[in-house]
């Protein structure tokens, strides 16, 4: 008798599975086709002694360099961000996310240069850029960016993103993939109300659900990647998504589960709903987005946090230096 995949091979069958680390030997272990970081995984990861060598050799390589003081700085987070990710996709088969400077999240044209920039190292190093997804906040600036970065070839993952508005700005942007934060969104209600959700009732499933069959109903070819999960509940419960990100705590948990799961997001099905289209410019963007106190609370909170860790990345390399 044939022994039950795991969870994770089960939910592999409906959905393309993201690592959501920049940790190389959890990578190893799952085996997931993508790998996405943030400025809050690098900030960890350096810290550890087994990627201390990243962080050293950067340093060493940018010291000839006739930078200085901050931009010599930012110059070394670039060169980090690309060393991660170049490891990183020795390991997976398909893409790496980095992410830009989150403090440059309404800028359009700071963010759309800092792509540029990221793209160029990456394909200086022999990467393609088909093999790069170039990360954003999804504010209106960050879908105008990653706009004119699209039309150039440079794919785009747009980030910290929490209601449908955002979503509607990227899909008609032409983004390539977006990652709606579904565990942040728990968070926010649960800390509000005082409730504990699961399954189909968890407001950031919810979300998601909402944002997907929206897409599938207009025929976008913007990817859903459903991210910042809680618990293994709530990626059971978004089986089917695009793709789904997930850390390696509960990739872990999926791996030594033997738990059935069925399919819970059909595009077919999707594009069934009665949804109505939403004809979005920046007025009705900001309105929208103003009136959900959730995700403006959330946006705000996710770019100042990702703010934050990149100023703490900042002080491990000026000791460095």
């Given at each position: 008798m044939s022994q039950q995949p795991s969870t994770l091979e089960q939910l592999r069958r409906f959905t393309t599975v993201v690592a959501d680390t920049g940790d190389f030997e959890s990578i190893r272990k799952y085996a997931p086709q993508d790998a996405t970081t943030n400025p809050t995984l690098i900030f960890k990861a350096v810290q550890q002694a087994e990627y201390k060598h990243l962080l050293d050799k950067v340093v060493a390589d940018n010291r000839g360099s006739s930078l200085a003081g901050e931009t010599l700085v930012r110059a070394i987070i670039d060169d980090l961000l690309i060393a991660f990710g170049r490891e990183i996709l020795t390991i997976v088969?398909?893409?790496?996310?980095?992410?830009?400077?989150?403090?440059?999240?309404?800028?359009?044209?700071?963010?759309?240069?800092?792509?540029?920039?990221?793209?160029?190292?990456?394909?200086?190093?022999?990467?393609?850029?088909?093999?790069?997804?170039?990360?954003?906040?999804?504010?209106?600036?960050?879908?105008?960016?990653?706009?004119?970065?699209?039309?150039?070839?440079?794919n785009c993952n747009l980030t910290l993103l929490f209601s449908l508005p955002q979503a509607i700005a990227c899909a008609d942007a032409g983004v390539r993939l977006i990652s709606p934060f579904v565990g942040r969104i728990y968070d926010y209600y649960k800390t509000a109300t005082g409730k504990e959700y699961s399954g189909d009732g968890d407001p950031g499933v919810q979300s998601v659900e909402k944002i997907y069959t929206y897409y599938k109903k207009f025929g976008?070819?913007?990817?859903?990647?459903?991210?910042?999960f809680r618990n293994t509940g709530q990626i059971e419960s978004l089986a089917g998504c695009d793709l789904l990100t997930i850390s390696p705590d509960l990739l872990e948990e999926l791996q030594n589960s033997q738990k059935e799961i069925a399919r819970k997001l059909d595009p077919v099905a999707a594009s069934g709903d009665l949804v109505d289209r939403i004809s979005l410019d920046e007025k009705l963007f900001r309105w929208m987005l103003n009136e959900d106190a959730m995700a403006t609370d959330k946006l705000a909170e996710g770019i100042r946090k990702f703010a934050a860790d990149i100023v703490k990345l900042e002080g491990i390399v000026q000791k460095s230096l």
């Amino acid at each position: 008798m044939s022994q039950q995949p795991s969870t994770l091979e089960q939910l592999r069958r409906f959905t393309t599975v993201v690592a959501d680390t920049g940790d190389f030997e959890s990578i190893r272990k799952y085996a997931p086709q993508d790998a996405t970081t943030n400025p809050t995984l690098i900030f960890k990861a350096v810290q550890q002694a087994e990627y201390k060598h990243l962080l050293d050799k950067v340093v060493a390589d940018n010291r000839g360099s006739s930078l200085a003081g901050e931009t010599l700085v930012r110059a070394i987070i670039d060169d980090l961000l690309i060393a991660f990710g170049r490891e990183i996709l020795t390991i997976v088969p398909g893409r790496v996310s980095t992410e830009v400077d989150a403090r440059l999240s309404f800028d359009v044209d700071a963010t759309v240069k800092k792509a540029r920039y990221l793209i160029s190292l990456y394909e200086k190093s022999g990467i393609p850029r088909e093999r790069i997804l170039i990360k954003i906040a999804s504010t209106w600036e960050g879908a105008r960016a990653a706009e004119t970065c699209q039309k150039e070839g440079i794919n785009c993952n747009l980030t910290l993103l929490f209601s449908l508005p955002q979503a509607i700005a990227c899909a008609d942007a032409g983004v390539r993939l977006i990652s709606p934060f579904v565990g942040r969104i728990y968070d926010y209600y649960k800390t509000a109300t005082g409730k504990e959700y699961s399954g189909d009732g968890d407001p950031g499933v919810q979300s998601v659900e909402k944002i997907y069959t929206y897409y599938k109903k207009f025929g976008y070819k913007t990817q859903v990647m459903g991210a910042s999960f809680r618990n293994t509940g709530q990626i059971e419960s978004l089986a089917g998504c695009d793709l789904l990100t997930i850390s390696p705590d509960l990739l872990e948990e999926l791996q030594n589960s033997q738990k059935e799961i069925a399919r819970k997001l059909d595009p077919v099905a999707a594009s069934g709903d009665l949804v109505d289209r939403i004809s979005l410019d920046e007025k009705l963007f900001r309105w929208m987005l103003n009136e959900d106190a959730m995700a403006t609370d959330k946006l705000a909170e996710g770019i100042r946090k990702f703010a934050a860790d990149i100023v703490k990345l900042e002080g491990i390399v000026q000791k460095s230096l």
